[in-house]
């Protein structure tokens, strides 16, 4: 529409330009320079301090601000090469972390302390990630047949013959307590 029409609507068409103080969807970031309706500014923006009119004085505050408040370069994040002896630090505190815990399962039961379903390599699997946030593989367990009572087990675990065991042991073991639900 031509501009002399709307000269004769009044304000009814006219925007103002409002500097944001704080992020506002669909509007822009703080520090924006956007035009609004008066009465958005007046009754909502305004009054909740969401935006400022856009005079000198403000304009040189939110600058002001910006640069006190604003902050500095994001530092930059170095990555490590895994190196070999990192692995081996990596490896040696899982496998410690192992030999030392005891794994909790909660299982069903059917009569005389049997278990309704059996625990197999993969639910230990699972259950170690989950309980002691360490990731092995169903090969590093050694067990023949799944446990299928309750009770205390110690399950073998067959390592990397470059993880030292600790001083006594014949071979790293997990300890499996299997209680009743």
């Known amino acids: ?16 330009e409002v500097i944001l103080t704080t992020s506002i969807d669909k509007r822009g970031k703080a520090g924006e320079m956007v035009e609004v309706a008066p ?18 004085k403000y304009d040189y505050l939110i600058r002001e601000q910006r640069k006190i408040y604003q902050p ?8 490590v090469k895994e190196t070999e002896e990192n692995k081996k630090k990596e ?4 496998a410690k972390r192992l030999d030392n815990a005891r794994l909790v399962l909660r299982r069903f039961i059917k009569i005389d302390n049997e278990l ?3 625990v ?5 699997v699972a259950e170690v990630a989950r309980q002691l946030c360490v990731r092995i593989e169903p090969e590093n367990l050694h067990l023949p047949s799944p446990l299928s009572s309750l009770g205390e ?18 071979q790293w073991t997990l300890t499996v307590k299997i209680r009743r639900k």
């Open 72 to 79: 500095k370069e994001v530092e930059e994040i170095k990555v």
């Open 1 to 16: 529409m031509h501009p002399l029409l709307y000269l004769g609507q009044g304000v009814r068409y006219r925007k103002l």
């Open 153 to 170: 087990f110690e399950v073998p675990l067959r390592l990397p013959k470059a993880i030292p065991l600790p001083e006594g042991k014949v």
């Open 116 to 118: 309704r379903l059996p």
């Open 120 to 124: 197999t390599k993969d639910e230990l």
């Open 91 to 94: 490896y040696q505190s899982a």
């Open 39 to 56: 009465g958005y500014f007046r009754n909502y923006l305004m009054p909740k301090l969401l935006a400022v009119p856009n005079i000198e």
